[in-house]
């Protein structure tokens, strides 16, 4: 019998399977199988790593080449040269390398990621997987690719201040070169990719507002140029202060790019020209450019999402209110965000916990004590759990079903209405010793000022009359 690989139709039906592989891990894993795989994989590597890397990477692989080959060392203008010259990134005529394999896996990683997050904010708040279509996906890819390769040809460093005297040039023919390598980088792009990759920095830079909120280091506030800062340091690091919740990812990024000039950089208040408007006012000022080249045509951006099905449509409704507030449900796919854990946070609770007392309880010391104690040790999907599940839910809130969703007042309200029994009940559980009710129960206005009645009644049950 002959063996497998051997005639020349087994051996095309081997770089059939190896074209198809998702993956460079799977293809890897496979090639070490069997021998024969390997010198099918031999003879045909070329043609079988570009199969992989587009299956691997998906449409945008062009331009994920163009980031895989930057090289940090070589000067932004000679590389932007090597782009405009270079064919062989033209579509169908680029050759993968083995060299280029372990930088493509690991944007790829960063573009995927950030597109999840993407789909799950603008489009499907049920699913944290990408639910984009294949076109929107491709733009998005695209787009933020781009804003990758931005932030490597104009980092931080160089465009944090203007540029010093370079021999015989003048500082402002320096600015005015380094302005025209922006514009010349997106001219390249046509009407709608630059729409497109404005919207991707918009995003991008709401992520930054939200790990600014959750942070609570008020970067965004106290520095008027933070969010070309952070757009600067590029995606990959942005995203990482988005799972780390907090910008340490971003000040390290700086501390290394610019070395000599932090820590001042984040309290200097000079002009630096080539920081604000780091890519928006860019974008800008090549579409204006082109209005008024052409001042007939009208060009209609076409937004990532496009015009399809109605996002509204896509996304759910809340299960008590009926309202749709897209941003502000709560449900299976979003309650993490409510309990979230950083090193630095500890166990990040519900912002204000007075918010969520009932009646006249936020003023009463002594309760307050109790429920701080609480809080501070449980995490709040917990609580919520408990509502449910230990029989302390009121009845005229609706029963959670695998696709409920809660608003954030109906959240608030639910959490008032159910706070305190959720408290007492917690408190019975560890066996503590619990006083006699008061009559007016959470409404008790004497629980306010008189810290004896506070001592000696509950407070945490419903008023009786
Ligand atoms: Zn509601
Ligand atoms: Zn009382």
């Known amino acids: 019998m002959q063996k497998l690989g051997d005639s020349p139709i087994h051996a095309d ?109 603008k489009k499907d708040i049920r699913r944290k997987t990408s639910r984009l279509t294949i076109l929107q996906s491709w733009r998005f890819q695209k787009a933020l690719y781009r804003l990758m390769l931005y932030s490597r040809l104009f980092p931080a460093d160089k465009t944090a201040y203007a540029i010093t005297k370079n021999g015989s040039v003048s500082v402002t023919t320096e600015l005015e070169r380094e302005c025209l390598l922006r514009k010349k980088f997106l001219s390249d792009c046509f009407n709608n990719e630059l729409n497109q990759l404005r919207e991707v920095t918009y995003f991008v830079m709401e992520i930054i507002k939200w790990v600014d909120n959750v942070d609570s280091s008020d970067m965004i506030a106290s520095n008027k140029e933070f969010m070309d800062i952070a757009l600067s340091v590029g995606p990959a690091t942005i995203l990482e202060c988005f799972q780390n919740l907090g910008f340490e990812p971003l000040t390290e990024t700086i501390n290394r790019l610019c070395a000599d000039t932090t820590p001042e950089f984040f309290e200097d208040n000079t002009s630096r020209p080539l920081l604000s408007g780091y890519l928006l006012d860019f974008i800008s000022s090549v579409l204006q450019a082109r209005d008024a080249e052409s001042s007939q045509h009208i060009s209609i951006p076409i ?16 299960s008590q209110c009926s309202s749709s507030s897209p941003f502000h449900l709560w449900g299976q ?42 809080l501070v040790k449980t995490p709040f999907k917990e609580i919520y759990q408990d509502i449910h599940t230990k029989n302390l839910k009121l009845s005229q809130w609706h029963d959670r079903s695998d696709d409920y969703w809660i608003c954030t007042l109906c959240l608030t309200n639910f959490m008032k209405d159910h706070l305190h029994l959720w408290v007492i009940m917690k408190r019975k559980e560890a066996n503590d010793q619990i006083a006699n009710d ?28």
């Open 13 to 121: 039906v081997l770089i059939c399977i190896l074209r198809a592989l998702p993956t460079f891990e799977a293809l890897f894993a496979t090639i070490r199988v069997s021998k024969a795989l390997y010198t099918a994989y031999n003879h045909h590597r070329n043609e079988v790593l570009n199969a992989v890397a587009f299956n691997h990477v998906g449409s945008a692989l062009p331009l994920a080449l163009q980031l895989a080959r930057h090289n940090e060392h070589t000067p932004t203008e000679d590389y932007m040269m090597v782009l405009s010259n270079d064919e062989s990134l033209n579509y169908w005529d680029f050759q993968v390398t083995i060299e280029d394999i372990c930088h493509l896996v690991k944007h790829a990683k960063v573009v995927a990621e950030w597109e999840d997050l993407y789909s799950f904010r």
């Open 333 to 374: 796919t979003t309650w993490d965000y409510l309990s979230l854990s950083s090193q630095v946070l500890g166990t990040y609770l519900f912002p204000s916990l007075t918010t969520f007392l009932k009646g006249e309880l936020r003023n009463n010391p002594v309760e307050v004590k109790h429920v701080e104690a609480l």
């Open 303 to 318: 937004p990532i999402l496009g015009i399809g099905p109605s996002m509204k449509a896509l996304y759910p409704r809340c």
């Open 438 to 465: 008061c009559w007016y129960g959470y409404n008790c206005r004497t629980q306010v000022h008189k810290l004896g009645h506070a001592q000696q009644l509950n407070h945490l049950c419903e008023p009786t009359r």
